[in-house]
C-alpha cells in the first residue's frame, strides 16, 4: 500500500474544492454543512493542513496568499502540508512514484505516513485544524488498506480536527461506501463525527 501519493496542481485543487462546495450546497440535505472557504484561511483566522500534497502547489500559493494579507509568514500550526514525498528515504522505501522528493521545503512542510500521522506543538499538544483537504491521497490509501487499518488512518486524521472542522476530499473518489460506509455511519451514530456526505468526500466533527 502507498502512504501516501501526490494531489493534483494547486490551481486544480482549488476547483476541486469549488465542485465539492456546489454538491453540498445543492443538496438540502448538507444545508449546515461548512462549506470550503480560504478566506479567513489567508486572513489568519483558520488554519489548514494539507494531506497528501505532493509537489501541488496548493499550499504554497496559501503561504504566499497570507503573507500579502498580513505581511508576514503564518505560525506553522496554522498552514501544513503532510506528505511521506517530503522525505526522500521514505519515499524510496515505500516506491512512491508519483511524485519526487521536494528539495528545501519550509517548515510548513512535513514529512510522514498517514498511518503514523500525529502532529504536536512544542508542549506535546496534539494540532488540530479547521479544515483538512486531501485530493484524492487520503481516499486512496484508505480505499486500498484493509477496514481495520483504513479506520485507524481515518480516525487519526478526525484527531487533528477541531470540533466542528471538516475534511474535504475533492478528487475523483472519495472514501469508499462498500468498505468505509458502516465506519462512517458508526462514527456519526457514536457521536465522533457530525456528519458526512454520502459518497465519503466530506465530513465534519
Known amino acids: 500500500m502507498h502512504p501516501c501519493v501526490s494531489t493534483r496542481p494547486g490551481t486544480k485543487v482549488t476547483r476541486q474544492l469549488e465542485t465539492l462546495n456546489a454538491l453540498l450546497r445543492s443538496d438540502p440535505a448538507h444545508r449546515g454543512f461548512p462549506l470550503y472557504d480560504e478566506k479567513p484561511i489567508i486572513k489568519g483566522q483558520r488554519s489548514i493542513l494539507s494531506l497528501g500534497e505532493g509537489r501541488s502547489t496548493f499550499i504554497a500559493r496559501l503561504l504566499q496568499k497570507r503573507a500579502g494579507a498580513v505581511g508576514a509568514r503564518p505560525a506553522l500550526p496554522s498552514i501544513l502540508a503532510y506528505d511521506v514525498a517530503y522525505d526522500a528515504a521514505l519515499a524510496r522505501e515505500y516506491d512512491v512514484r508519483f511524485v519526487r522528493p521536494r528539495p528545501k521545503l519550509s517548515d510548513h512542510y512535513v514529512a510522514g505516513l498517514f498511518q503514523d500521522l500525529d502532529l504536536r506543538d512544542p508542549k506535546g499538544q496534539r494540532l488540530q485544524f479547521d479544515t483538512i483537504v486531501s485530493s484524492w491521497s487520503l481516499a486512496y490509501v484508505v480505499n ?5 487499518q483504513g479506520r485507524q488512518i481515518l480516525d487519526r486524521v478526525i484527531d487533528h480536527l477541531k470540533p466542528g472542522g471538516a475534511l474535504y476530499l475533492p478528487g475523483d473518489w472519495g472514501l469508499s461506501e462498500r468498505k468505509m460506509g458502516p465506519v462512517l455511519r458508526e462514527l456519526r451514530e457514536t457521536g465522533r463525527i457530525r ?6 468526500r466530506a465530513l465534519q466533527r
Not at 486500498?144 to 481495520?148: E, F, H, I, K, P
Not at 456528519?195 to 465519503?200: F, K, L, Q, S, T
Open 144 to 148: 486500498n488498506a484493509d477496514v481495520v
Open 195 to 200: 456528519a458526512y456526505e454520502p459518497n465519503g
